[in-house]
């Protein structure tokens, strides 16, 4: 029922609803890109219950306000901190917790991109009848604030919304 440990599964995203609140705006935004995962064991679980997915790319983008906005994974996922996991076996069913370290840019005109960073990880959370999913919705677990490298006290921008669906796009 779970894919096989090794196997990298590549899913399409789209988020049409996004809200990214920056600059005293909140942005309206419909994302569109793509995630890789690699599939690793669970040392917790057996492998016929649970795997973990380490994401070894993720990269989606939106246009608004005369700006490129890029959401993309911040660095390689060191610690494969995804889960798929078996939580019925007939007919199957998965939760799929998705879990995403990640900067947002700002490309305007020629300028030098505005860079943030997330001060903690995105999480999409989903149940799902199949894997790889098949158009099925995830839903951001929590708001996601954002801060400047050189600020990581001050939060300059907020995540708000990022319900996606992935697969099958």
């Known amino acids: 029922m779970l894919p096989p440990i090794g196997a990298e599964i590549p899913c399409s995203m789209y988020a049409p609803s996004a809200k990214l609140e920056y600059a005293g705006s909140v942005l309206a935004l419909e994302f569109k890109g793509q995630m ?9 679980q057996p492998p016929s219950k649970s795997v ?4 070894i790319g993720c990269k989606v983008r939106a246009e608004a306000d005369g700006m490129t906005v890029v959401v993309e994974q911040n660095d390689t996922d060191v610690v494969a901190a995804s889960t798929l996991a078996v939580i019925q076996s007939f007919p199957p ?25 997330a001060k903690k990880p995105m999480v999409l959370v989903a149940e799902i009848v199949r894997y790889p ?12 604030e954002l801060v ?4 990581p006290d001050i939060v300059a921008g907020r995540l708000t919304a ?8």
């Open 133 to 144: 999913p098949d158009g099925d919705l995830y839903r951001l677990e929590a708001p996601v």
């Open 162 to 169: 990022f319900d996606c669906r992935k697969g099958g796009l």
């Open 36 to 44: 890789k995962q690699r599939v690793e064991p669970d040392p917790s």
């Open 93 to 117: 069913k998965f939760v799929q917790r998705d879990v995403l370290p990640f900067t947002v840019a700002f490309h305007k005109g020629d300028d030098e991109p505005v860079v943030l960073i």
């Open 52 to 55: 973990n997915l380490e994401v």
């Open 148 to 151: 400047a490298s050189d600020a």
